[in-house]
């Protein structure tokens, strides 16, 4: 990388990038003696910057590596063919700024805010002593972000064409609109990422990880998804036919046994006689898309890693259902008994539970053996639970960004981590929930 041929940066302490750090306020707020702070070619590496705003920062070639800039503001700040290696960007904002040629291996950006953030390859220049610029290199320099941490990262718009990715971390990274043309992602973990309307053209994504991954209106020219694993990824037409190769990817009804109606009701005889006759409702990796079961009884049924896009289950009994890595957008599971459901990572966007019931379930009457319902990490985008009872259930990490709750009961629910961003709560039960590290909650 060009930061390794950068022989001669000038150091810099604590004390001077505060002092620059204090001129840059005044310089926002339009006070006298304000300056953007000026570290072209300087060497921070080391230095604790958590929470010091650098916005609009001149750091150009400049070498960070192993600095603390947890919840840093370097919006707009210029880090073009800098060295980040191994810094802590955790929880930053790098909002626009330029990484263009940029080393960040092993770089933590967990939960960094990286908003139309710029990582395209760039070509280093600097001075020279007679005043001109020159070439620091003939070739171009992909930014580097092998091995780094960008779980939860907002990478919206974000530009990344080209860029080294081996074996980074996406885990649950919204890359929406990003332009990712020529990045290398082999054995990449995009577990639970959004890549809507992404630019995945000529990208590699050999031996990546895609569980729950959201691939729609992605354009895919020339993509290599070769051994990439799918399993519960939410995907559209277009996704499906670049994926040849992938493994875990939804398969036709054609290849059932019987068809769903009679596997439904030979599963409903089971029900009816605890086991005794009839069959299981047993299914893994199966296509079965807006089918109607509206009423039917597929309580203990394994439906996983299926898509049913738009089905209907209104009335139906699904108690103990399992519905892990499922795609359920847009269903109808109104009025549904689903007491103890299976909804692990499940996508939900969209779909309808109102007076759906969630609650935890007693095994054998016994309240302290009780089996609660759960949707951890599951995206109810814009779902409505109007009325639903969620009582004792659990919702870890779950998106319910838009979503309906109007007069849910989510009492002794667990809510950790859960984002309520533009949900509408009104007369919501939070009674005895845990909220911990919710995120959007507003209650007005």
Not at 198 to 216: E, F, I, P
Request: net charge neutral; proline share 1%; charged share 25%.
């Amino acid at each position: 990388m060009a930061a390794d041929r950068i022989k001669e940066r000038k150091k810099v302490d604590q004390g001077t990038v505060r002092q620059m750090v204090e001129a840059n306020a005044r310089y926002r707020r339009g006070q006298a003696g304000g300056r953007r702070p000026h570290l072209a070619y300087h060497d921070l590496s080391g230095l604790d910057l958590t929470g010091l705003n650098l916005s609009g920062a001149d750091l150009t070639g400049a070498l960070l590596s192993q600095a603390i800039c947890r919840g840093a503001d370097f919006s707009e700040t210029n880090l073009f063919c800098a060295d980040l290696r191994l810094a802590n960007f955790q929880g930053a904002n790098l909002s626009r700024a330029d990484l263009r040629g940029a080393c960040l291996r092993g770089t933590d950006l967990s939960s960094a805010l990286m908003f139309e953030a710029d990582l395209r390859e760039g070509k280093l220049m600097r001075p020279s002593k007679d005043g001109q610029l020159m070439t620091m290199d003939l070739e171009r320099l992909p930014v580097e972000i092998a091995i780094a941490n960008l779980s939860s990262a907002d990478l919206t718009r974000a530009k990344l064409v080209g860029a080294i990715a081996i074996q980074v971390d996406l885990t649950n990274a919204v890359l929406r609109g990003a332009d990712l043309t020529r990045i290398d992602l082999r054995k990449a973990n995009l577990t639970g990422a959004v890549l809507e309307n992404a630019n995945l053209s000529w990208a590699n994504l050999s031996g990546t990880t895609l569980h729950g991954t959201v691939l729609t209106g992605v354009r895919w020219q020339g993509t290599n998804m070769e051994g990439a694993d799918m399993l519960g990824a939410v995907l559209d037409d277009q996704a499906r036919a670049a994926s040849s190769g992938a493994l875990n990817l939804p398969k036709t009804p054609g290849l059932l046994d019987m068809p769903l109606d009679d596997l439904v009701a030979a599963h409903e005889i089971w029900v009816r006689t605890a086991g005794a006759e009839g069959k299981r409702l047993q299914l893994s990796g199966i296509q079965l898309g807006a089918v109607n079961l509206a009423g039917r009884d597929l309580s203990g049924a394994v439906l996983t890693n299926c898509v049913l896009t738009g089905a209907n289950f209104a009335d139906a009994k699904l108690a103990v259902v399992d519905f892990t890595h499922s795609a359920l957008d847009r269903a109808d599971f109104r009025r549904c008994d689903m007491r103890a459901a299976m909804l692990r990572q499940a996508f939900l966007s969209g779909a309808d539970l109102t007076d759906a019931n969630l609650d935890a379930i007693s095994l054998d009457g016994n309240i302290s053996l009780s089996r609660c319902a759960v949707l951890d990490q599951g995206r109810l985008w814009d779902a409505r639970l109007c009325n639903a009872s969620l009582r004792r259930a659990s919702l870890l990490s779950a998106d319910l960004q838009r979503a309906d709750l109007t007069g849910a009961d989510l009492t002794e629910t667990r809510l950790a981590d859960a984002s309520f961003d533009g949900a509408i709560v009104k007369g919501v039960k939070f009674d005895g929930a845990d909220l911990s590290f919710a995120r959007g909650l507003s209650r007005a």
